[in-house]
Nanobody
Framework: QVQLVESGGGLVQPGGSLRLSCTDS????????MTWFRQKPGKVREFVAT????????TYADSVKGRFTISKDNVENMVYLQMNNLKPADTALYLC????????????WGQGTQVTVAS
């Protein structure tokens, strides 16, 4: 059974850092690309970052480029999102998705982990 589980969210001050994790024990992890999305209250879910199945190719939203880093460990079945220099605008529910093709297509979702950036 596929069940993605995110962790690592919390409350952090502006300028701080968090590292989010996402794992699943039911997927052939190395065959799936992984993408982090985020959703703010009342807003459409938005793309944050994606990493290829092998972990060698990454793409970022302009709003997080230079501050966030996505990485993938196919041995430990983990995907990470290192978030530095956090801003209040980064406050959202962060969700990971496993997918074979485009991030906008079908795939498997986790329940999300809440990130709140506030003084």
């Amino acid at each position: 059974q596929v069940q993605l589980v995110e962790s690592g969210g919390g409350l952090v001050q502006p300028g701080g850092s968090l590292r989010l994790s996402c794992t699943d024990s039911g997927l052939p992890f190395s065959t799936f690309a992984m993408t982090w999305f985020r959703q703010k209250p009342g807003k459409v879910r938005e793309f944050v970052a994606t990493v290829s199945s092998a972990g060698t190719l990454t793409t970022y939203a302009d709003s997080v480029k230079g501050r966030f880093t996505i990485s993938k460990d196919n041995v430990e079945n983990m995907v990470y999102l290192q978030m530095n220099n956090l801003k209040p605008a980064d406050t959202a529910l962060y969700l990971c998705k496993a997918h074979l093709l485009q991030a906008s297509g079908s795939g498997y979702w986790g329940q999300g982990t809440q990130v709140t950036v506030a003084s």
